[in-house]
C-alpha cells in the first residue's frame, strides 16, 4: 500500500494553478533556502512540534512521559509522539501525517465539481513533491482527467520526475540560485540537476510556470537577477511570477525549536526595476503575495 507524508491539504486554492484547487503540501526537500516559510516541509519524517504561546501548563504531558521536566524538553525526545496526545491545546503536536493514496484521492476528489466549472484541478506542492513522486504518481493517474498541477525545484533525480511526466499538465517550477557553487553552498542543491530536469519537461512540450522569491541578498541581487533573464530568454520564457517574500514561518520555526536565517525583501522601486528590464525583454512580470 502506497502512503503518502503530507503537512496540509489546502482546498479552494486560487495561487497554484489554474481556477480552484485543492494543494496537496508533502513533507520531505531536500533543498535548504535560508528563506523557507515552511521549515515542517523539509525533513522527510513526522516530527514533533511545541507552541509556546498556546501552552496553558497544565503538565499533562510530563505526568505522561518520565523523561519531561517541562514541556520544552520534548525535543530532546523527537520519536515520543504519543506523549503529545494529552495535551488539551495543540500545544504539541506533529507535522506530518501518513495518508494512504486511497484516502487522499477520496479527499480530493470532493470537491470535483469545483474543479470541472472552474478549469481548476489538484496541486502537489511541499516541500519537494517529486521525492514522493511514486506515490503521487498513483494518485494522480487515478485523478485523471482532473488538471494535475506539480509545484517543484526540480532538485530532485531524473527517474522521479519522469514518474510524473505522462500526468501532469502543468509544472510550476521554482527558480532559485543561478550560480552551481552558490546554489550548493547557499541550498545544498546541485544545478546540474535543476537544468536536466528543466529540459526534460522543455522537450514533453508541457505546461510551465516560472516562479521565483525575491529574497535579499540570496537570490536578488545583480549576478543572479542577470542569470534568471538569461535563462528566460535562453528557454524563450515570456513570463515569470516574482513571489513577495515574508516572514510568517517565524513561529513554526520557534515551534520546531530552529531559527530562521536573516533575509529581506527587495524595496518597491527595485522590483519596479525588475518589472521594466523583463518587460523591454518582452517578458511580462506578476509579483505575487502567497
Ligand atoms: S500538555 Fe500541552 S498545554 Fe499542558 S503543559 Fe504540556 S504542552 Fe503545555
Ligand atoms: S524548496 Fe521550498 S520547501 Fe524546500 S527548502 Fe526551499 S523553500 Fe523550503
Known sequence: MHELLVTKIQRFSIHDGPGIRTTVFLKGCNLKCPWCCNPEN???????????????????????????????????????????????????????????????????????????????????????????????????????????????????????????????????????????????????????????????IKKEKIDTIIRFPAVKPYTFNKENIKKLINFLQENNIHHIQILEIHKLGLEKYKSLNLKMKNFKKPAKNEIKTLKSKLNERSIKMDYLKI
Open 42 to 200: 523539509i525533513k522527510p519524517q513526522m516530527e514533533i512540534y511545541f507552541k509556546k504561546g498556546d501552552c496553558i501548563e497544565c503538565f499533562e504531558c510530563v505526568k505522561r512521559c518520565k523523561f519531561l521536566e517541562k514541556p520544552e524538553d520534548i525535543f530532546r525526545f523527537p520519536e515520543h509522539f504519543e506523549c503529545v496526545e494529552p495535551c488539551p491545546t495543540g500545544a504539541l503536536g506533529i507535522y506530518g501525517e501518513k495518508i494512504t493514496t486511497k484516502k487522499l484521492l477520496e479527499i480530493l476528489t470532493k470537491d470535483i465539481d469545483y474543479y470541472n466549472n472552474t478549469n481548476g484541478g489538484v496541486t502537489f506542492s511541499g516541500g519537494e513533491p517529486l521525492l514522493q513522486s511514486k506515490a503521487v504518481k498513483k494518485v494522480i493517474k487515478k485523478l485523471k482527467p482532473i488538471h494535475i498541477a506539480i509545484e517543484t525545484s526540480l532538485f530532485a533525480p531524473e527517474e522521479n520526475l519522469k514518474d510524473l511526466l505522462k500526468d501532469t499538465d502543468l509544472f510550476i517550477v521554482d527558480v532559485k540560485i543561478l550560480n552551481h557553487k552558490i546554489a550548493q553552498k547557499t541550498l545544498q542543491g546541485n544545478l546540474k540537476t535543476f537544468y536536466k530536469n528543466f529540459q526534460t
